[in-house]
């Protein structure tokens, strides 16, 4: 029956069919997968030198259009920053004739780091690819939309859906979604919600899983999940571990901004990511601007191939990332072998500052830990923060100052504080670093 002809509405079936078409990516032999990068790259800077200010001056000092290679120059581009967004708003705008003010939606970040920033995007382009990706990444995981789905997030009204959303009801599919605001509930109460209703997926993000997952373990509670479906935050090796204990679940990560959308997606296979070559393309690069080898974590540089109504070329997004060597899924699609948080959370050496992906890859598997956070004061003092039901061990205590000896951090002063409850923000992200404009004095407590 897979091979019947089945109608399905406009909007699904271009969907489909743009599915389709990034998926052929996943195989295409590398010089022809360099080569639609070229030429995508080719058509957005055409349009963006010919509808916007901004990036007519921008591309035409890097060479446009004298310059035959697209490649090269974006790699003499200055970095496009949230402040160049933020200032040149107007600017940065490419509007073509006949784009409607009704086609245009406009995306704007969390301003976690201050003043938010907005792009523009063109809704019959952005729309049905960012579906098409959506529905991809469940085929790739093979995920059953016919069944039920939890969710749990901030924002969110406490309530029963009749489907995972409009792209799936389109097909058919009509699992059930339960959704549940991860604020006005304990995590006890979420373990009870989740153990009555039975989903065979949960949406939410890593930590909260990882904080249910211990929870269930704790109280000896069976509760089958198929996946975990990750979104808002960096997923940690002792997250997956836990998820997989408790619930038999396998933690899917995504990768994706508000500035552009999709940009990368967990192997089916492994645990790594790929990034979405058709939609984006991605740079690692060190302080210095040069490409970071395969390994070697640097600064997340994107470039958006879709974005026409206010192109983005070579955006620093502010995280830390590095490659990896291809992988043995069969996709050819590049790796990203680890996400490294953001680069406003490293720790300042006096080599420099330094990424911390050890944090949840070698903290999270160090038990009763269950949440961390760490601070650097002016004076380079750092202090962690740990969120345990009870007092470390003395091999605990060593085995947490040898992760951060082992990671070159061994000449700063290290002061571990014990927490029952970190005293977290509200909001959708934890940050699990902060940077503190004074010298450190201890808590009253350890004096």
Known sequence: MADVLHFHSPQAAQMLLLAQQVRAWERV??????????????????????????????????????????????????????????????????RWPGLEEAGIATSTTSGSTGEPVRVEKASAMYSPLYAAISWMEAQWHQRDAARKIAVLGTGLTDGTRDSWGDMYAALGLRGPCVVRNITQHGMESHLDWLLAHRPDYLKCSPMAAAELARLALARGVHLPIRQVISQSERVTPGQRALCLQAFGARIIDRYSCEETGWIALQCPVHDHLHLLGATTLMEIVDGEGKPCPVGVPGRVLVTSLHSFAMPILRYELGDIAEWG?????????????????????????????????FLGDELGHIEPIRAFRMRQYTDGTLQLQIEAPRALTADEQAAVRAVFAANGLADLPLHVEHLARIDWPPGRKREEFERVDRAFEPPPSTR
């Open 29 to 94: 032999a590398p010089a022809e997968y360099q080569a639609l990068q070229q030429r995508q790259l080719h058509t957005l800077m055409r349009h963006a030198h010919q509808h916007s200010p901004f990036w007519r001056e921008r591309l035409e000092a890097a060479g446009w259009p004298t310059e035959t290679s697209p490649g090269a120059v974006l790699a003499r581009l200055p970095l496009l920053t949230r402040a160049d967004l933020q200032t040149h708003f107007a600017q940065a705008r490419a």
């Open 325 to 357: 060597a291809p992988c043995s899924c069969g996709m050819v699609l590049p790796v990203i072998a680890r996400m490294g948080g953001r680069t406003r959370h490293q720790v300042q050496t006096d080599k420099g500052l330094m990424p911390m992906p």
